[in-house]
């Protein structure tokens, strides 16, 4: 069956766009997608994608999947399909930690981040710069990815201010957050206009972060680099699976709808990236 193993550092997630895996959840068992979550996960894809400006977006972790599966939904098959990438990762631990305590996990962790291009040197070489993409509230993990990120370019040699310029930071973060207040050492390392917040609903962000059943188990330290059996297709699993591809054809249904909102919101005809990839025909 085909599995969204689609690098080979990559850890395991059911690829939810695959029509095998379609056939293994059951014709006619197609999950329904609640009205409130279709416009909660619309509207959250239409605020990631402005923030996010002409950059590849590559969604952290997983508690922002179903907008990730609704994103890629919706650009399938156009010209812009490979711009939307998930990076699975719990990163409880910085640079420093990693080095003295775990250095297997650190060579991994460079393997992994190298096949989805965002070492340092890759992100420099990269035509377009990168959106990374989570929810938010104290920082903690963006915080520690900058820290491996600069810890990999002083390794190789290359300049911190050519990888800034490369790297944005899309924070999804409940709407009664203060961001003057809570705002990270981190974002100081980076231009103000790099660090982007998009605010969501309280309630729908606790949903996403800490509520939602995810497709996968989260990926920690002690998971990386080591084969995991694959969990079988049933029970709470074979739901959860259903609702994410669920979301996934949502996405295919909506991706002009998607692209009008995007146009209508920046006040001008469809010239942004991607407002005209989801106006235009689907690529076939």
Same mark, same amino acid.
């Not at 399938?76 to 003295?100: E, F, I, K, P």
């Given at each position: ?18 029509? $095998? ?34 950059? /590849? ?43 003295? %305590?775990?250095?297997?996990?650190? =060579? ?8 989805? #291009?965002?070492?340092? !040197? ?11 993409? /989570? ?14 990120? %600069?810890?990999?370019?002083? %390794?190789?040699?290359? !300049?911190? $201010? ?13 709407? +009664?957050?203060?961001? +003057?207040?809570? +705002? ?7 231009? =103000? ?33 080591? #084969?995991?059996?694959? $969990? ?6 074979? $739901? ?11 996405? #295919? ?6 692209? +009008?909102?995007?146009?209508?919101? /920046? ?15 689907? #690529?076939?």
């Amino acid at each position: 069956m085909a599995r969204s193993m689609d690098r080979a550092a990559a850890p395991f997630r059911w690829d939810v766009a695959s029509p $095998e895996l379609a056939r293994a959840l059951g014709r006619g068992l197609r999950a329904s997608v609640p009205r409130v979550h279709r416009r909660d996960v619309f509207s959250c894809a239409v605020d990631i994608l402005r923030a996010s400006g002409d950059s /590849d977006l590559v969604f952290v972790g997983r508690s922002l999947e179903s907008v990730y599966d609704f994103a890629r939904g919706a650009l399938a098959r156009t010209r812009l399909a490979d711009r939307v990438r998930l990076l699975q990762l719990s990163l409880g631990d910085d640079a420093s930690s990693l080095r003295h %305590e775990n250095p297997r996990a650190l =060579a991994f962790l460079r393997a992994y981040l190298g096949s989805l #291009e965002l070492t340092p !040197a890759r992100l420099v070489d990269r035509p377009r710069p990168v959106a990374l993409v /989570d929810v938010v509230y104290s920082g903690g993990t963006f915080g520690r990815l900058v820290s491996l990120l %600069e810890h990999f370019a002083k %390794e190789d040699g290359v !300049a911190w $201010e050519a990888v800034s310029e490369r790297v944005r930071w899309t924070c999804v973060v409940p709407d +009664e957050y203060g961001w +003057e207040q809570h +705002e990270s050492p981190w974002t100081r390392r980076f231009a =103000a206009d790099h660090v982007r917040r998009v605010p969501i609903a309280s309630e729908l962000w606790v949903l996403l972060a800490e509520n939602q059943p995810k497709t996968t188990r989260s990926y920690t330290i002690d998971d990386w680099g080591v #084969e995991r059996p694959v $969990e079988p297709l049933d029970g709470k699993l074979l $739901e959860t699976l259903r609702r994410a591809r669920a979301i996934y054809r949502l996405g #295919e249904c909506w991706r002009r709808r998607l692209g +009008e909102r995007i146009a209508a919101l /920046d006040g001008r005809a469809p010239s942004g990236p991607w407002a005209r990839a989801l106006g235009a025909r689907v #690529e076939t």
